[in-house]
């Protein structure tokens, strides 16, 4: 960590370590990107589902197998009781996603961060998978989305954050953002999306993103925008939007 903070409830966790220990599998779940190097390939699936449940929760063993295998089915894991014993490898990528998200949610926790956490899964049980953070959110989870997939964020998030080059440059309302999005960024990314009715051909960016080793002073997405100006070349101001802000020299 080179700086900055972290803020939970008030706190920022990165002012005592012991805390991300305490806090992590917890108050805070993490649904990583890639399933294949997430899981223990020398441990059944039913164990690790186990050991995270029994280091949180004051559980038997019992408890906590039987609260796995309702996490296994709740993802979409066909007999649960069966694959429970299995090893990683012996499920599909896609399954194995489903483990993975089953690990998350097995203490219940009040954060839950997804990285990209529909990739690896078909049609039919990304719609199973989005409904499930549905409900979960319904009970008072909040959901960090981590989504290059604008159809599923249009579905789960409340609120949006366009980043680009390791910057928020457009943050609102998820309606405000699909409706009225601001930055050039933003705009293209939503035209770039193919439209199954009318004759409107999707619009690619055109060029290469910057290098985050030499970014300079001025917009990171200047080299690649159809409205840049010689003021992009200084760093763009917060301009304050309906329900959020926009960094862009357009709207000062």
Request: net charge neutral; proline share 6%; hydrophobic share 35%.
């Amino acid at each position: 960590v080179s700086g900055g903070s972290i803020i939970l409830d008030g706190t920022d966790i990165y002012e005592n370590p012991e805390n991300i220990l305490k806090l992590r599998g917890k108050k805070i779940g993490l649904i990583f990107q890639d399933p294949q190097t997430s899981l223990n390939p020398i441990l059944t699936i039913g164990e690790q589902l186990i050991e995270t449940i029994q280091t949180h929760l004051k559980l038997s063993t019992e408890e906590a197998k039987n609260k796995a295998i309702n996490l296994l089915k709740e993802v979409g894991i066909k007999d649960a009781e069966t694959r429970f014993n299995n090893y990683p490898h012996q499920f599909s990528g896609g399954m194995r996603q489903r483990v993975v998200i089953s690990l998350a949610l097995c203490c219940e926790p009040e954060l839950l961060i997804a990285d990209e956490p529909t990739t690896a899964l078909d049609v039919l049980t990304q719609a199973r998978i989005i409904n499930l953070f549905k409900k979960l959110k319904k009970t008072g989870m909040t959901l960090l989305l981590i989504s290059h997939d604008l159809s599923v964020l249009s579905e789960v998030a409340e609120k949006i954050g366009i980043m680009y080059g390791g910057k928020m440059v457009e943050f609102g309302n998820s309606s405000e953002i699909f409706q009225t999005p601001k930055h050039p960024y933003t705009i293209g990314l939503l035209e770039s999306i193919p439209r199954i009715h009318g004759d409107k051909k999707p619009k690619f960016i055109s060029g290469i993103p910057p290098n985050l080793l030499n970014v300079g002073e001025g917009c990171r997405f200047i080299d690649r925008c159809p409205e840049a100006m010689e003021k992009c070349k200084q760093s763009p101001p917060k301009i304050n939007t309906e329900s959020g802000y926009v960094l862009c020299w357009l709207y000062e």
